[in-house]
Every structure is written in structure tokens, then in C-alpha cells.
T-cell receptor, first 116, second 108 residues
């Protein structure tokens, strides 16, 4: 069964440093997403990406965040200057359109980001 | 704004007992609802979507538009059902809005 792959599984970074979280979505999926889950809290939507541009973003996704699909297979989330409160599990997902308004979402196993 | 509420953070049941996980949503249009499961240290996996009305691993969920609920049920819980369960809602646009999750612990 096709999977969404995320690397690294765990990243520790110093406050103020830039981090790039990487994802390889399922190859025939056209929609890509980043979600995050702060420890003990709910899974929160960050951003969706379609046709090489952001289609929707949440209030969390401020100027410190950016996404890119640099080479047609990877989908990256960059945090420009990390803060302690960015510590969370970051999930990548991709989806395909099944028709009749239905989408099938597949999630990666997540990257645990720890900002120290 | 879309909201998904899972009122129970933890449900502890004995093996063989019924389990029901509650989920309520706030949305006035036609909702598309899902249940995702996350086993220990694994990825979020789709368990059910309301549109397919199927039973997966013995779980069922019925959409009740009058009560705006999509509760997940299983008549006889198994130890391997111990996991985090998330109710999610997709409205306009493609993003999913998740509830806070319910941890299910099935005791032997």
C-alpha cells in the first residue's frame, strides 16, 4: 500500500534556527497538507497545497512558515526561525480526488520537532 | 467556524465490553466525517468515513444530522483496539478539522 514518507522522524533544533521538514507524498496525489499536534493537544491544520501554490492556510501558518515542492516528489515545510512553541509533531498528508466531492487522505508518520 | 468535539479524553473498558466514542460537529451544510485511529507511535490511519457506511474492524459510525453527531461504536472491544481515535470533519475546501481525540484503553 502506498505511503506518505516523512523525514526525519525526530529533529532537535535550537531556538532561532531554521528547520526543514521533508515529506514524500503518494505519487499520484495532487493535494498536499501539513498538520501539527502539540503534545497533549489536537491535530491542527497548517496549510494545504495544490498546483504548486498554497490553497488554504490557517492562522498558525504565519510568515515564519513556508512550503515548497522543489522537485515534483518532495513537499517541504520550512520554519524560518524556530520558537519554543513550535515544538510539536508535524504530520504531512496527501489526498486524491475520488469524484463526487470525495477525497482520500493519507498521513505520514510524523516528524517530532523539539525546539530547545 | 467548523468545530469537532470529542468530549471524552479517555475511555477505559474491559475486553468484550461495548465501546462508544462520541463525536459532535458544528457545521450547517453537508458534512463529510471521518474516524482516524492512531496506534502507538504509528501514523494516523483512516478507520471509517460516513459516506461509505461500512464496518471496519467491527467499528461502525452513524451520522445523525439532527444531533450533529458521528459516534463510533464497537459491540465487543478487543485489546488491539487500544489506541487514540480522532473524529475529523471536512467541509468546504479540502482541510480536515480534527477533534481532540479519545484514548481508548481495553483492559484484559
Amino acid at each position: 500500500e502506498p505511503e506518505v514518507t516523512q523525514t526525519p522522524s525526530h529533529q532537535v533544533t535550537q531556538m532561532g534556527q531554521e528547520v526543514i521538514l521533508r515529506c514524500v507524498p503518494i505519487s499520484n496525489h495532487l493535494y498536499f497538507y501539513w498538520y501539527r499536534q502539540i503534545l497533549g493537544q489536537k491535530v491542527e491544520f497548517l496549510v494545504s497545497f495544490y498546483n504548486n501554490e498554497i490553497s488554504e492556510k490557517s492562522e498558525i501558518f504565519d510568515d515564519q512558515f513556508s512550503v515548497e515542492r522543489p522537485d515534483g516528489s518532495n513537499f517541504t515545510l520550512k520554519i524560518r526561525s524556530t520558537k519554543l512553541e513550535d515544538s510539536a509533531m508535524y504530520f504531512c498528508a496527501s489526498s486524491e480526488f475520488l469524484g463526487q466531492g470525495l477525497y482520500d487522505y493519507t498521513f505520514g508518520s510524523g516528524t517530532r520537532l523539539t525546539v530547545v | 467556524a467548523q468545530r469537532v468535539t470529542q468530549p471524552e479524553k479517555l475511555l477505559s473498558v474491559f475486553k468484550g465490553a461495548p465501546v462508544e466514542l462520541k463525536c459532535n460537529y458544528s457545521y450547517s451544510g453537508s458534512p463529510e466525517l471521518f474516524w482516524y485511529v492512531q496506534y502507538s507511535r504509528q501514523r494516523l490511519q483512516l478507520l471509517l468515513r460516513h459516506i461509505s457506511r461500512e464496518s471496519i474492524k467491527g467499528f461502525t459510525a452513524d451520522l445523525n444530522k439532527g444531533e450533529t453527531s458521528f459516534h463510533l461504536k464497537k459491540p465487543f472491544a478487543q485489546e488491539e483496539d487500544s489506541a487514540m481515535y480522532y473524529c475529523a470533519h471536512k467541509a468546504a475546501g479540502n482541510k480536515l478539522t480534527f477533534g481532540g481525540g479519545t484514548r481508548v484503553l481495553v483492559k484484559p
